[in-house]
């Protein structure tokens, strides 16, 4: 198995499209959710990364940066990330982490934070891993329903 890690382009929509719909257990409006992929992957402080097994995508990875007055400078938020369930355990999510800290710290990154879902215990286990640690508690309000 030979994986290559490359950066997101809009040919990539597609199997990203999936592999949220996947992440998140429910299928999104295709038309908005491309949208803002072309949006998100235009920000010069974004980045997303596409893993590839030959041709074929089999996970990625998504950080939005934002100068935060709170840390006087540029802080990474990793969005998303999701490894294909046949690639799981195979590495794949710590060489898509060792590029996107790579990327980061070329752009000036000064910390990358994640927020995971409380049920996502293995994610969490994996960030431990990465070098992450528990720092902080979140709370969230839904305004609207999808």
């Not at 402080?45 to 893993?51: D, E, F, Q, S």
């Not at 990875?61 to 799981?88: D, P």
Request: with cysteine; proline share 1%; hydrophobic share 35%.
């Amino acid at each position: 198995m030979e994986i290559h890690i490359c950066i997101a382009t809009p040919n990539d929509f597609e199997a990203i499209y999936s592999f949220v719909n996947e992440l998140e257990n429910q299928t999104f409006n295709k038309e908005k959710q491309e949208y803002i992929y072309h949006q998100n992957i235009q920000q010069p402080n974004n980045i997303y990364l596409v893993a590839f097994d030959d041709h074929a995508a089999v996970g990625y990875i998504s950080c939005h940066a934002q100068n935060l007055l709170h840390h006087s400078g540029l802080i990474g938020e990793i969005q998303e990330m999701f490894v294909t369930e046949k690639y799981r355990s195979s590495g794949i999510g710590k060489l898509l982490m060792e590029n996107l800290i790579h990327l980061a710290k070329q752009k000036g990154y000064l910390q990358l934070e994640v927020t995971s879902g409380k049920r996502r215990v293995s994610a969490h286990r994996f960030y431990l891993r990465e070098g992450f640690s528990e720092s902080h508690f979140k709370c969230t309000r839904q305004l609207f329903q999808r």
